[in-house]
């Protein structure tokens, strides 16, 4: 028993980090949710979910109790390629550090104007993907927890 503490706390003192550490490991091992299909213009759906990432995905600080507290840093990566235009929600640093959320807003064929996809780390992540799709559809959704 005692080995398996000692383990557990040099993975996490050693910064060892169990999620993705990159956006194409994500992608090639996350929980990819099903497309959705738009008939509104690329631009507006891309609008409309930067602002959903830009409201609801942010840092913390998690109080873990006797005054004792840490910052769970959360950020938005996005990038624009002929593809498409990505965001990626990562964690820099620490023990929960790399990406957790990637989804890419892209051109679809004339019966999908604009299609986005997403891939997440677990469900816990995959629970934004209802929210990402309310966001292109121009509703204003609630952030989760």
């Not at 990626?88 to 299609?115: E, F, H, Q």
Request: glycine letters at 6%; charged letters at 20%; aromatic letters at 8%.
């Amino acid at each position: 028993m005692k080995i398996i503490a000692a383990a557990v706390t040099l993975a996490l003192v050693s910064g060892c980090s169990i999620f993705p550490e990159t956006r194409e490991a994500l992608l090639e091992k996350g929980n990819h949710n099903p497309d959705y299909c738009t008939a509104d213009d690329v631009a507006v759906v891309t609008s409309r979910v930067e602002g959903y990432f830009s409201k609801c995905i942010r840092s913390n600080q998690v109080n873990v109790g006797n005054g004792a507290s840490f910052v769970s840093t959360m950020l938005v990566e996005k990038n624009t390629t002929d593809a498409g235009t990505d965001f990626s929600v990562y964690s820099p640093s620490g023990t929960a550090a790399g990406y957790y959320l990637t989804t890419r807003i892209s051109s679809g064929p004339a019966s999908c104007r604009t299609r986005v996809s997403a891939t997440s780390y677990n469900f816990m992540w995959s629970r934004h993907f209802d929210k990402l799709i309310e966001s292109a559809k121009g509703n204003d959704p609630s952030c989760l927890l």
